[in-house]
């Protein structure tokens, strides 16, 4: 036999295990395994793990995470935070973006650190840290 043949063989074998349609017959199949030892030790090895596979289970959990998560959201505080922040930063970067280019010799340090600063004065208006990690969720569960 040659090593085509039983790599045919083999992707057939393969095939039937996953009820498709195998590219030989059944019968082309056991002949050649009636006289392929390799391709033989093969297929029980492929039925063996097969068998296998097929008991293992998953394993449930029944726990129930919602009402952990929906504790957590109630005992955050709610901030609003207002549009007029935001409106403030468009009117600011604006006048900076007309500024810089109306002006026939713009100081240079001062046009590459001005949108920085007007990030960290954003952040320190909202009061917020976009760049935050929040390692403060921790999941309850509970034996109920």
Request: charged share 25%; aromatic share 6%; with cysteine.
């Amino acid at each position: 036999m040659s090593a085509s043949d039983c790599e045919k063989v083999q992707m057939a074998l393969m095939a039937q295990d996953c009820d498709e349609q195998p590219a030989i017959s059944a019968s082309e199949i056991e002949l050649h395994l009636t006289s392929c030892a390799v391709c033989r030790q093969e297929a029980e090895q492929m039925r063996q793990l097969d068998g296998m596979l097929k008991r293992q289970r998953r394993r449930e959990y029944d726990v129930e995470l919602w009402p952990a998560i929906q504790r957590q959201i109630s005992l955050q505080p709610t901030r609003s935070t207002s549009w007029r922040p935001f409106a403030a930063l468009a009117l600011l970067l604006i006048t900076y973006r007309a500024f810089e280019m109306i002006a026939p010799n713009p100081p240079v340090l001062l046009f590459n650190l001005a949108p920085l600063a007007i990030m960290v004065g954003l952040f320190v208006l909202i009061r917020e840290n976009p760049f935050r990690i929040n390692s403060e969720l921790v999941m309850e569960m509970s034996d109920e």
